[in-house]
């Protein structure tokens, strides 16, 4: 397969491009003073949170808003603002890293991404001077708490369904707004909230309004079934007058502010997830080294040892993925204010360069979270069902992250026609790579020198990226306007792709710490290797389903027998691998990597 090379990977290149480990950036690469900032975000869960987690699920008066309060007092909330604006100017993989650090919060990881994130970045992105000048200060300190006010009742991944609208009063000095929204996040103690709205019935604007605003009143708190300490209400608009200064971006726009900061905010939610799954995975550790049966602790025995092992592999996957996308959005980033560009118009412009890599993000970030901590119950057994022992929570609390930022069915369909919409309007060559790979199938298959370090992975991610193109490009030809209907397809090579980032990212970082002689080298060698002989047969399993599901006769017949060779790998001894992956964790007592 011909693949472009070039130093900047395009969003979504990974596919197409090859990419230079040494170039990728991995948690190996922190300096001293984010390592500090981790430090610190954990010792505030652990002293301010973690011991008041109940009365937190409990919804204390006024507990949730000070523990904000005391964040925003160690500059948490506005790590990431300019320092202009009160905020701490810290770079896009910081910020990402504390994301990470208080994602173990439960409840209050949630009310701080909601604050930090959508209640705040859609202002200082798209607001006006004065507007930022009004409202960022006090965001990042957290004088002020923010939300975003766009779900409704009969709209939520279909957000421009919404039927909330604004209409220019007699005076034209307020915007009259008028609707519902549902599932607001902090809406119980939030001053300031982004609202999306049609403005004249038909165009879709946001504008931001505060809490004591005359028309917007609030419903009783919702009883969800996990996140229980986030403040989750109803919002209702009955001629809520706005002033019209308090538009934000322009009019008809607002899809530009929605969508821009949800790829900002499913890099993050991964972050979050990410930190919530490492704490699980100690919380398990712990348990299964104390618990006995049989006479001897059930760490001991090989079915809990891959279940550590295996959540382990999964952080470690879901981590070099979401490190390696924030440096790439980080670098893209500068390189557009290098060109002049103002600062938030160059991360948007970044955040949208991978979107492809955020929706990835949110969904293995997701899931692997969602992973461990089922199968931290597990470990728990009977105890994992009850409410004293805290995996119960963060079982609970799991499962809205695969809603959350665009339900994991949208951000996978979202993945395939993001592909499909950069390859029309030239932005990325798909259809040059894709026929390469039909004439490929024709040949003698060939084989490099399996005796090189790491060929024979770099060779199964090589046939990864054949299979998929391979797929997609016979699914699109096959198919082409009708592809975007057939959503099984699209949602079957989206896994192919999201398990070949994992893969090739997950390698990268274990090839630098070779290179590095980084004591967990070995162990990452063996999360990588029995990663990629787990996700060659999953790609197996999904192509299979894409092709029979648009290709008859020979066509067919070749294509899989295509599959069969892009999906073929060394044999490994994963048991043993899992094995040893699990004795490093049972002894650190924790993630290892």
Not at 258 to 265: Q, R, S
């Amino acid at each position: 397969m011909e693949t472009q090379v070039q130093k900047a990977i395009i969003g979504g290149g990974f596919l197409i491009q090859n990419a230079d480990a040494a170039q990728i950036f991995s948690p190996e690469d922190f300096s001293e003073e984010q390592h500090d900032i981790a430090a610190m975000c954990n010792e505030f869960l652990d002293k301010e949170v973690i011991p008041h987690l109940v009365e937190i699920d409990e919804k204390k008066e006024g507990l949730m808003p000070s523990l904000l309060d005391k964040a925003g007092d160690l500059g948490l909330l506005g790590a990431a603002f300019p320092e202009k604006y009160g905020g701490l100017g810290k770079d896009f993989v910081t910020a990402t890293l504390i994301n990470e650090c208080l994602g173990g919060g439960h409840s209050f990881a949630v009310a701080m991404a909601a604050h930090n994130g959508i209640g705040s970045l859609p202002i200082l992105y798209f607001g006006t001077e004065e507007q930022k000048q009004k409202y960022i200060p006090k965001l990042a300190t957290g004088q002020m708490k923010g939300a975003y006010a766009l779900t409704e009742p009969n709209s939520g991944s279909d957000a421009l369904g919404a039927r909330t609208t604004a209409t220019l009063s007699a005076d034209g000095k307020n915007y009259l707004i008028n609707g519902e929204k549902v599932w607001i996040t902090n809406a119980g103690f939030a001053d300031v909230f982004t609202v999306f709205a049609k403005v004249d019935g038909d165009k879709f604007s946001a504008l931001i309004v505060e809490r004591n605003t005359p028309g917007l009143t609030f419903g009783e708190e919702e009883h969800k079934m996990g996140i229980k300490g986030s403040s989750t209400r109803q919002l209702f608009f009955d001629n809520c007058a706005v002033p019209v200064g308090n538009l934000l971006g322009e009019i008809g726009r607002g899809h530009i502010i929605a969508f821009n900061i949800l790829n900002i905010g499913r890099l993050k939610l991964c972050a979050a997830a990410l930190g919530g799954s490492k704490r699980a995975l100690a919380t398990s550790i712990v348990y299964a080294a104390t618990r006995e049966q049989f006479n001897m602790p059930i760490a001991k025995f090989g079915a809990i040892r891959h279940k550590l092992a295996e959540m382990a592999i999964r952080i470690f996957a879901a981590e070099s993925a979401l490190y390696r996308t924030a440096k790439m959005i980080d670098e893209k980033e500068h390189a557009l204010i290098a060109e002049g560009k103002p600062e938030a118009e160059s991360l948007l412009g970044a955040a949208e360069e991978y979107a492809i890599e955020c929706a990835i993000l949110k969904v293995i970030g997701s899931e692997a979270l969602d992973y461990v901590v089922d199968e931290g119950v597990q470990i728990h057994g009977g105890n994992g069902f009850s409410d004293e022992y805290n995996i119960s929570r963060a079982y609970r609390d799991s499962r809205i992250n695969r809603i959350f930022e665009g339900t994991n069915e949208i951000n996978r369909l979202l993945i395939l026609d993001t592909y499909v919409k950069r390859n029309l309007k030239g932005r990325i060559n798909l259809l040059g790579p894709a026929m390469a790979i039909q004439k490929e199938l024709m040949s003698i298959p060939e084989f490099g020198d399996s005796e090189a370090p790491f060929a024979a992975e770099q060779k199964a991610i090589s046939n990864f990226k054949k299979a998929i193109l391979m797929c997609a490009g016979a699914a699109a030809q096959k198919l082409m306007m009708k592809l975007e209907t057939e959503q099984e397809i699209l949602m079957n090579i989206a896994d192919m792709l999201m398990d070949t980032y994992q893969a090739e990212t997950m390698l990268f970082r274990t090839m630098k710490m070779t290179s590095s002689n980084n004591e967990h080298a070995a162990l990452a060698l063996d999360a990588t290797r029995t990663f990629i002989a787990d996700a060659a047969d999953r790609l197996n399993h999904a192509g299979k389903n894409a092709i029979n599901a648009f290709a008859e006769g020979d066509e067919q017949r070749m294509m899989l027998m295509g599959l069969k060779r892009f999906s073929k790998t060394d044999n490994f001894n994963t048991k043993d691998a899992r094995r040893r992956i699990a004795k490093a964790l049972l002894e650190k007592k924790g993630y290892i990597f």
